[in-house]
């Protein structure tokens, strides 16, 4: 038994002044806990105003299987979720088996265990390593009689080992089990209060991680699913029709509680046609509307978003990217629906394609999401993935501000009265004035047909010439209005990076790192993946004297498409296909291979 470790009641422990930042995994089987571990932690970082980042991946099945939450702490603004785990909880040998690997060298393992049977004897690799036993499985069965909390024993024990805030943690859990029987909440008080004080009496710390609160007023932390929902309310959005699939189904789940409160509603529809059939019929109406999927259930709303772009009904769809095909990896990520939402819909169907890149992202895009969808009527679709869905990240509370709805455009009201109205008039800019229903003459026609100005179906090869042109404009001008990018990095890199989506964050990390190291290195990411900002991406090709893309699915889906908007464009590209998503390691790798 090592001797105990003196740690004051509620402490705050120590300080975070041997590291800015560490790299926490929880691991068990699903079922234990595990998420819900993660989950707590988290918040209670946000509450000591520790910047956060953590992701989680489970099985499909309801239980049993692998399980793990990787957190980012630290004292900067967290852009990704770093690479290796400076510190590993295993709620069993098999998860240490399943993640020892990615255990830092000089990183602590926290498992499962009596110290009268070292798991070092099993596992010889970890004589360079820290490890305590915490008889997590004991405790909960003996000491607190519920066998079901011993994730909160963990949790216990992590808090007085690395200072995380036992009153935070006890407020937290209390809010968490808020719904639920007071047994619960005081089965899980009591196993969180039994590995705590276990940890303080028997293990002596002798690792530099350990955390401090910080000045302020704490942050809000948010899941994607949840930035993306809460950013629609902000943005306006009044209607959600859709169909459950993981993992967009959140989405849903929170508008169906949130929309009645605001005066808007929430449909869940027979199948993913029904659900942007309705989203359609309400954005007739005026309503800003919108739905979310994930792959198969885009694939099944092909045909309407040809509607969208042909009636020019502005519609917004979020998909929340999974691995594929068909079923393929619902619990786990991938980037590899870009090339069907590039496509979207049969026949040439103006649209939009945005991709969000951070847990803030998520937020922001909804409105630029509804501005383009209703300034140029037609179907946006945002992508979104698994990784950023189910990531967890802090944000300020000063994001949660209402901002200005752009309003629908509609034709001045004299036009009207003279009976001059065309829905479809052909404009310079593709934009033609809206009426919604009941607008006393502003009748009109909207059909999936090719038509005249009028509505009216009409085939004759210079209207539909004329019809397709007016359509196509649109994109030139929300790509000036809308397509601004961001690079980072040094001006005239040796290696360029060029990303989409969650590799954002790795990106900026990788280049931040690399720059420090004395390799010029440049980042590039842009939100609006198309209409393509062709003239940026050309510009940052040119600056740099080698680029690599690097994108999260098997055949470079990104990669094939600049090689057709860039012409000579041929790039070296790097892929990651596991389910799990590109990490900064990834990124930082490739430039070392490539450096000069």
Avoid at 185 to 190: K, R, T
Avoid at 277 to 286: E, H
Wanted: aromatic share 8%.
């Amino acid at each position: 038994m090592r001797p105990a470790r003196s740690v004051p009641e509620g402490s705050l422990g120590g300080f975070m002044e041997a590291v800015r930042e560490f790299v926490v995994g929880i691991g068990g089987e699903s079922g234990e806990g595990v998420v819900l571990a993660g989950d707590i932690l988290t918040m209670t970082a946000a509450r000591m105003n520790i910047h956060s980042s953590s992701f989680r991946t489970f099985p499909a099945e309801a239980r049993g299987g692998p399980s793990v939450v990787k957190l980012r702490l630290c004292l900067d603004h967290v852009y990704s979720l770093g690479d290796e785990y400076d510190i590993l909880v295993a709620f069993n040998e098999d998860a240490y088996g399943l993640h020892g690997p990615d255990l830092a060298q000089h990183g602590v393992l926290v498992i499962d265990g009596e110290h009268d049977d070292p798991v070092q004897r099993r596992h010889p690799e970890l004589a360079d390593r820290i490890v305590y036993q915490i008889p997590m499985d004991r405790i909960s069965r003996k000491d607190v009689g519920e066998p079901r909390t011993k994730n909160m024993v963990a949790v216990g024990a992590v808090s007085a080992l690395f200072g995380f805030s036992r009153v935070m943690i006890e407020k937290n859990l209390a809010e968490r089990f808020a719904k639920r029987s007071g047994k619960i909440l005081q089965d899980n008080l009591n196993a969180f209060t039994a590995g705590y004080d276990y940890a303080v009496a028997h293990v002596e710390k002798h690792d530099p991680f350990e955390l401090k609160e910080e000045e302020g007023e704490g942050f809000i932390v948010l899941s994607g699913n949840e930035a993306v929902a809460l950013g629609s309310l902000y943005a306006g959005c009044r209607f959600f029709g859709g169909y459950p699939i993981t993992p967009a189904t959140e989405i849903m789940e929170i508008l169906a509680y949130e929309l009645p409160r605001v005066g808007g509603a929430m449909y869940q529809a027979e199948d993913e046609i029904a659900s942007i059939g309705a989203v359609l019929g309400a954005s007739f109406t005026g309503v800003r509307s919108m739905t979310a999927t994930s792959g198969p259930g885009l694939s099944l709303m092909a045909e309407l978003i040809g509607l969208s772009s042909m009636g020019e009904i502005p519609c917004v769809i979020v998909n929340v990217q999974r691995g594929g095909p068909s079923t393929g990896l619902p619990t786990k990520t991938e980037q590899a629906d870009l090339s069907l939402a590039l496509a979207a819909t049969h026949g040439d169907a103006p649209h939009v394609v945005l991709a969000a890149t951070t847990i803030r992202d998520c937020f922001e895009i909804m409105q630029l999401a509804f501005d383009v969808a209703d300034c140029y009527q037609l179907p946006v679709i945002v992508l979104t993935e698994q990784a950023l869905g189910f990531r967890r990240a802090d944000l300020p509370r000063s994001l949660l501000r209402a901002k200005p709805v752009t309003s629908p455009l509609c034709p001045p009201q004299e036009i009207v009265d003279q009976a001059l109205y065309f829905r479809y008039r052909l404009t310079e800019n593709g934009v033609s004035a809206r009426t919604i229903p009941g607008t006393i003459g502003g009748a009109h026609v909207v059909t999936g047909l090719e038509h005249a100005e009028d509505g009216k179906p009409a085939y004759d090869p210079p209207t539909r010439r004329a019809m397709m042109e007016k359509r196509q404009r649109k994109l030139t001008g929300v790509l000036k209005e809308f397509g601004s990018v961001k690079r980072y990095g040094d001006a005239n890199p040796d290696i360029g990076v060029i990303g989409w989506g969650s590799t954002a964050g790795p990106i900026r990390e990788a280049v931040q790192i690399a720059c420090g190291a004395g390799v010029k290195a440049g980042g590039f990411v842009p939100r609006m993946i198309y209409p393509s900002p062709n003239e940026d991406i050309r510009a940052f090709i040119q600056s740099c004297k080698k680029v690599f893309v690097i994108e999260g699915n098997m055949s470079g889906q990104y990669a094939a498409f600049l090689r057709s908007q860039i012409p000579g464009f041929d790039p070296v590209v790097v892929t990651r296909y596991d389910g799990l998503p590109i990490q900064r390691g990834d990124v930082l790798k490739k430039i070392r291979e490539m450096a000069p």
